[in-house]
């Protein structure tokens, strides 16, 4: 005798089949670039955001995100632009054609070139310390040093009462004032010279705005408190976009 709540259950089955197949093709479309973080090729612009914040974001020197653009000074930028991260600046046909004849001259001129010993490694790169006289933003124990390797840390952590003022390292030029960068709560970026940048990140309060010169020493913003209720100031230093540790640069 047929079970007459088999016809039911089959079909309760089969609309729990395709619910699931539907969930499974949602979800299956990739991320927006924006949010793909430091490890897109490209990046949608938000509003708020400049050129220095994203090239800092993904660790790239703002020029070379500028030329890979055609992007001029000032670096304006607007919300919702597609900006290339990473990738090869194109060449021009006559530049190409230079190359290539210069790669077959060389080519040419070392036919037959015998080494008497063995050419030596390229030395290891050694620190070169700046000429700016860099100044704490704020007094306090590192609770975190820099490092690039295990528990990354692109800048030093400060211990520092929260609303304690933080003043600017070195004179320079606003060039990001905001919150859109992920794992930095409120953020200052300042531009010093055409190589260097120093950012104060997990701030309570921004006392200046994008485009605005400051001193050195000038109170820029004030310390805040993280999500794990830690008081302290995310301090960094960059140079051609890459980050240098504070402390070699930061006076004893």
């Known amino acids: 005798m ?12 089969g609309l729990a089949i395709l619910v699931v197949l539907a969930a499974c093709q949602s979800g299956s479309g990739r991320a927006p670039v924006s ?12 509003p708020g955001e400049t050129l220095y914040s994203i090239a ?5 020197d703002y020029h070379e995100v500028a030329k890979l653009n055609g992007i001029s000074p000032p670096y304006t930028i607007y919300a ?15 530049s190409n054609k230079v190359q290539t004849s210069t790669k077959v001259a060389t080519a040419k001129r070392n036919q037959g070139l015998v080494y008497k010993r063995k050419p030596t ?9 700046s000429d700016f006289n860099w100044h704490w933003p704020v007094r306090g124990k590192i609770i975190k040093p820099f490092s690039l390797a295990g528990k990354v ?6 211990q520092s009462k929260a609303g304690t003022a933080v003043k600017a390292s070195a004179s320079g030029k606003v060039v990001y004032a905001g919150g859109n960068l992920r794992g930095y709560g409120k953020l200052i ?13 997990n701030n309570r309060e921004l006392k200046v705005k994008e485009g605005d010169q400051v001193s050195q020493g000038q109170v820029i913003s004030e310390v805040g408190m993280t999500a794990a209720e830690v008081e302290m100031l995310h301090f960094e230093i960059r140079r051609d976009g890459k980050p240098e540790d504070p402390s070699k640069h930061l006076p004893k």
Not at 189 to 201: Q, R, T, V, W
């Open 2 to 13: 047929t079970d007459p709540a088999r016809p039911i259950i089959k079909l309760l089955m």
């Open 80 to 94: 919702g632009q597609r900006v290339i991260i990473r990738g090869k600046i194109p060449r021009s046909k006559s």
């Open 189 to 201: 970026i300042i531009k010093h010279d055409e190589h260097f940048l120093s950012a104060y990140g």
């Open 153 to 158: 840390n692109k800048g030093i952590d400060i």
């Open 35 to 46: 949010q793909i973080g430091e490890r897109g090729k490209y990046h949608q612009v938000r």
């Open 121 to 129: 490694a390229a030395s290891t790169k050694t620190f070169v310390a």
């Open 56 to 60: 800092w974001r993904y660790g790239q």
